[in-house]
Each structure stands twice: as structure tokens, then as C-alpha cells.
């Protein structure tokens, strides 16, 4: 089972809106259920993914380079896909990750699936918590 923020969810789904009739990709991080303020139905090690990674950060960089460097290197457990035209499935055109969250139009909660690395369905479960506050 996957876990995700409801806010995370919300917030992709709406970028993927956006961008549509393009995809939108991103990478997700996670934070440890057992730091979240409120006790979550899952034991506290749980990779809950609260936050994304925005493609267009460091986009400068990386077209001289050719290389993303807005992303923390191991810090991506998992991707949001979006497919405008396509399937509530994994393409073998997408950025494949142990972890995909899936979303296609009219972009809700019910055309977000999440899928493991070999493209098979798994459960998911939107958290009704907020992420701890980080600090740089």
C-alpha cells in the first residue's frame, strides 16, 4: 500500500490539470509517518510521500549540463505521472520508480492510481494529515 498526503495529491492532480494537453512528471519525497504531529494508522517507519520535486527547478542548470540537479540525489522514493491521452496505467514511455502515482482526465481522486515497479496496481491510501514543517 501506498500512502500520500491528501494536499500532495490534490496539488499534482492540479498541476497535471494545468499542463494538460502535456504530461506532467514529477518526482515524490517522503517523510516517515512517525513524524507526522498527529499518530497515523500505520506504524511510524511508513514512507508517507508529502512533497514533490518541480521539474522546471533548476531548468537553466540542467540544459547546460544535461543533467538534473534540482533533485537531491536519493531523496525521490517515487514519480506522479500524468497522461493527458493515455491510461490509468504505467507507460514504458514514463520515468520509471519503485513507486508511480498515475492520474489521467478529469483529473480527481478517483483516475489517481498508484503502481509498483513492475506496473501492477497497488492500494492507496490518502492521508488527512499535514507534513511536519521542515527547515533548511
Do not use: N
Amino acid at each position: 500500500m501506498a500512502h500520500i498526503t491528501r494536499g500532495l495529491a490534490t496539488a499534482l492532480l492540479e498541476f497535471a490539470e494545468e499542463a494538460e494537453p502535456e504530461p506532467f512528471s514529477a518526482g515524490l519525497g517522503t517523510t516517515p509517518a512517525g513524524e507526522f504531529e498527529v499518530a497515523l494508522d500505520c506504524p511510524p517507519e511508513t514512507p508517507v510521500f508529502t512533497h514533490f520535486y518541480h521539474p522546471d527547478a533548476g531548468g537553466s542548470v540542467s540544459a547546460v549540463f544535461g543533467m538534473d540537479f534540482s533533485t537531491p540525489a536519493g531523496r525521490t522514493h517515487g514519480r506522479f505521472v500524468s497522461h493527458p491521452q493515455g491510461e490509468l496505467k504505467v507507460e514504458l514511455t514514463d520515468d520509471l520508480h519503485a513507486t508511480m502515482f498515475v492520474a489521467v482526465p478529469p483529473w480527481g481522486f478517483d483516475e489517481l492510481a498508484v503502481f509498483g515497479r513492475r506496473g501492477d496496481r497497488q492500494p492507496l491510501d490518502l492521508i488527512e494529515a499535514e507534513p511536519p514543517m521542515e527547515t533548511l
